[in-house]
């Protein structure tokens, strides 16, 4: 059984390259475009990994990351920032809410595949 990553981003362009990698990668792909709408997702079914970006519409990355670090059924899953965010007070920030990893746009999908595999295997 393959596992689930949810993509978190307001841009359905930056959703399609992330789904085309992970899915060519051997994951099953949940998507969101924003943070309120990713909150919906968390239904309970298995979740392995969340990438999200920081700067979205309605509800921030950030402020997702602590909603779903409060939901005990995800509060361990990991989850990766990718954004074009680079301030080292957003990413200490983003560490002590309980972000992984921080990619900064524009990445290379093997970037993007090399900290997934760090967290999770297909």
């Known amino acids: ?36 709408e990713a909150l919906t997702k968390l239904n309970g079914d298995k979740i392995h990994l969340i990438v999200s970006d920081v700067n979205m519409p309605g509800m921030d990355g950030l402020t997702l990351v602590s909603h779903i670090k409060e939901n005990a059924n995800y509060k361990f899953t990991p989850i990766i920032m990718l954004t074009t965010e680079s301030q080292d007070e957003l990413i200490q920030k983003g560490k002590a809410l309980g972000v992984k990893a921080w990619l900064v746009k524009p990445f290379k999908p093997e970037q993007m595949l090399d900290a997934v595999s760090k967290l999770i295997a297909p």
């Not at 841009?11 to 990668?25: D, E, F, K, N, P």
């Open 1 to 36: 059984m393959s596992k689930t990553i949810l993509i978190v981003d307001d841009s359905v362009s930056m959703r399609q390259v992330l789904s085309i990698a992970l899915t060519g990668a051997g994951f099953d792909i949940i998507e969101a475009g924003d943070g309120n």
